[in-house]
């Protein structure tokens, strides 16, 4: 694995929020019902000279950064292939922005699906998938669509792991070197957090009279204070091709512009900034860029393709078969045998490293 750290120092209050324990926290301020939203937490040793306890400390999920890198990505790949996200029918955009919904229910109506499309007797008869999109194979999507093979996605039943791992971001105290590798004279304490009022406003509350009754509520996040650093480390695998890390140099690179994380970012939460930032990738964000350009009416007939049954499926001897237009199959596979030259240099490069070592 490739890995890069960085170090996230808070210039504002952070709200990642998290579901309410069936125990209030003692800094909720006195009134405070369940109008309230805590801040995310996560089990972590912390090691005070030869003592150690497991403590939930405040903590940002990888899932979420990974989410914040992935979206950052999905407007600049659709704008260079001359796409909106208004263009793309809700599953293929969904597939894009979250990963496509994979769960049990899904999974139940794609071999439903299938089914149906086997018994189907004609082209006529073929009935349009409900839940799956039409994307070739796992190569082809890899291939043609480097966010989504760096991210990963699902598409009914089926998955496509994603190459880059995402850790969570937590506090770099002087109880959490051992983890983080960080050193750090801050001490952990509960004073960490408190919480932030904030106000739901009633546009209609200038207008009432004073035997009206305002609909203003008032609710309660935890936030962590500013000033305190967090510690970060994502991962691509070794084996990705230099496309699949541009891209996500481009997702690293965006989110500097806009170094926000967790919550209420567009109330001035969560803006971070750093001295320690991710050593950049091997490689420039402008070479996915002109794979996209290079590309471009190959990946936007194959991604309007996905959703299209009925121009994919042919009968043949009966049964029907997922067939893409010849002209397209054949750029989809120039695209998937220069990925698999590329993982083979990849290959022997690091066969190379190993031997010199």
């Not at 990963?99 to 009935?127: H, I, P, R, V």
């Not at 089926?158 to 109880?175: C, D, F, S, T």
């Amino acid at each position: 694995m490739i890995e890069r750290s960085a170090v996230l120092t808070l210039s504002a209050p952070l709200h990642h929020g998290s579901e309410k324990s069936r125990i209030k926290p003692e800094t909720l301020p006195a009134g405070a019902k369940n109008n309230y939203t805590p801040h995310r937490r996560l089990p972590v040793l912390l090691k005070n000279g030869d003592i150690s306890t497991i403590t939930l400390i405040p903590a940002v999920s990888g899932n979420s950064i990974r989410h914040l890198w992935r979206e950052s990505l999905v407007d600049v790949t659709l704008h260079t292939l001359g796409l909106k996200r208004k263009d793309l029918e809700k599953n293929i955009l969904e597939t894009f922005v979250s990963g496509g919904g994979m769960d049990a229910s899904d999974a139940a109506k794609n071999d439903s699906e299938e089914e149906k499309q086997e018994k189907a007797k004609s082209k006529k008869n073929a009935l349009k998938p409900s839940v799956p999109i039409l994307v070739r194979d796992r190569e082809t999507l890899r291939a043609a669509v480097p966010m989504l093979s760096l991210f990963g996605c699902s598409y009914g039943n089926r998955m496509l792991p994603g190459l880059v791992n995402v850790g969570w971001a937590i506090p770099a105290l002087k109880q959490t070197e051992h983890i983080t590798n960080v050193p750090s004279s801050l001490p952990y304490t509960e004073d960490l957090t408190s919480f932030q009022i904030l106000t739901r406003h009633d546009p209609l509350r200038d207008e009432m009279d004073e035997n009206q009754k305002s609909r203003q509520s008032i609710y309660y996040i935890e936030v962590v204070s500013p000033g305190v650093p967090f510690a970060h480390t994502y991962s691509i695998n070794k084996f990705s091709t230099p496309i699949e890390r541009s891209a996500l140099q481009l997702a690293i690179d965006l989110f500097k512009e806009n170094p926000y994380l967790g919550g209420k970012g567009s109330i001035g939460n969560g803006k971070v900034k750093t001295d320690q930032w991710y050593d950049d990738l091997d490689v420039s964000s402008n070479l996915y860029l002109e794979f996209l350009r290079e590309n471009k009416d190959i990946l936007v007939e194959y991604i309007h393709l996905w959703n299209k049954p009925e121009k994919l499926v042919q009968l043949k001897n009966g049964k029907e078969e997922i067939e893409f237009p010849s002209d397209l199959s054949q750029e989809l596979d120039r695209l998937v045998k220069e990925r698999e030259v590329t993982i083979q240099k990849e290959i022997q490069k690091q066969a190379e490293r190993v031997t010199k070592k």
